[in-house]
């Protein structure tokens, strides 16, 4: 198993930006290593998914609950993406998403096959594995954009 955790942490090596604000580096920094390295590439992830949607305009990045959490600065766009560790488990990280939302319902009738939930309020991924990326981007894509496209239902 640590040679497979060896090999994943190597294959990820991704150019992570800059932290916009001091207090999210700091909760980075408090999260275990194992889980840190694929909490940071989400990171990354929902950033390239933002820098690629003007209609969501700049992306904050900021603390909520204690944990990182990604929004469009512009109101009644999208709704909050928070990271941390999964509830309960030791080998798991997790997109948390609002849980009064449709995204994870929406989510789990597309991505069940290949996806891990938890409730209605979180994506949870092995720390050891990295995920689909094209899943999560469109995961990404729908929360960041929640709002506008609830208007058009």
Same mark, same amino acid.
């Given at each position: ?7 994943? #942490? ?6 992570? /930006? ?13 999260? &275990?290593? %194992? *889980? ?5 590439? !989400?990171?990354?992830? *929902? ?33 909050? *993406? ?7 488990? &030791?080998? +798991? ?7 009064? #939302?449709? !995204? ?11 996806? %891990? ?9 092995? +720390?050891? /594995?990295?995920?689909? &990326?094209? +899943?999560?981007? %469109?995961? *990404? ?10 208007? #058009?239902?």
């Amino acid at each position: 198993m640590k040679n497979l955790r060896n090999k994943n #942490t190597q294959r990820q090596k991704i150019q992570h /930006r800059p932290f916009q604000e001091g207090a999210v580096k700091a909760a980075f920094e408090g999260i &275990e290593d %194992d *889980i840190r390295a694929p909490l940071l590439n !989400l990171r990354e992830l *929902i950033f390239t998914v933002a820098d690629q949607m003007d209609e969501i305009g700049r992306l904050v990045e900021t603390l909520k609950w204690g944990q990182p959490a990604y929004l469009p600065e512009k109101p009644n766009v999208g709704t909050t *993406i928070r990271l941390g560790k999964a509830t309960g488990r &030791e080998d +798991a990280c997790a997109l948390f998403f609002h849980c009064q #939302t449709r !995204l994870i319902e929406d989510f789990r009738a597309i991505h069940a096959d290949h996806m %891990d939930f938890q409730g209605n309020r979180a994506i949870v991924f092995s +720390a050891t /594995r990295p995920p689909d &990326e094209q +899943a999560v981007k %469109d995961c *990404i894509r729908a929360a960041l954009t929640y709002h506008l496209k609830k208007r #058009t239902r």
